[in-house]
């Protein structure tokens, strides 16, 4: 069973930083595409970053590209986005989300698992 547990979200203001973390199974972390998407109120979800622990591949929204950082413990099989620089515009709920990788990790194709969400909301 792959579970996904996130944690960190809350406020922060526009230029600060806010790390998101998301612990999985072994199982999950070593196999699995895992990666966050986001969801505003009115807004469709969108994928904010993706990889492929396994080979570090990764893939970032162009709104976020150059701001946020996926990265990966090992040791604690836990996912993480680093937000630095966060705007207005990034207040959302944040899923962690994963899938097998077969046919690829992008974050257009269809992800099976999602966490619970936890919400992040950037003041100006």
């Known amino acids: 069973q792959v579970q996904l547990v996130e944690s960190g979200g809350g406020s922060v203001q526009a230029g600060g930083s806010l790390t998101l973390s998301c612990a999985a199974s072994?199982?999950?972390?070593?196999?699995?595409?895992m990666g966050w998407f986001r969801q505003a109120p009115g807004k469709e979800r969108e994928g904010v970053a993706t990889?492929?622990?396994?080979?570090?591949?990764?893939y970032y929204a162009d709104s976020v590209k150059g701001r946020f950082t996926i990265s990966q413990d090992n040791a604690k099989n836990t996912l993480y986005l680093q937000m630095n620089s966060p705007k207005p515009e990034d207040t959302a709920m944040y899923y962690c989300?994963?899938?097998?990788?077969?046919?690829?990790?992008?974050?257009?194709?269809?992800?099976?698992?999602w966490g619970q969400g936890t919400q992040v909301t950037v003041s100006s």
């Open positions: 989300v994963a899938k097998t990788p077969y046919g690829g990790c992008a974050p257009e194709l269809e992800w099976s698992h």
């Open positions: 072994e199982y999950t972390y070593s196999s699995y595409c």
């Open positions: 990889i492929y622990t396994r080979h570090s591949f990764t």
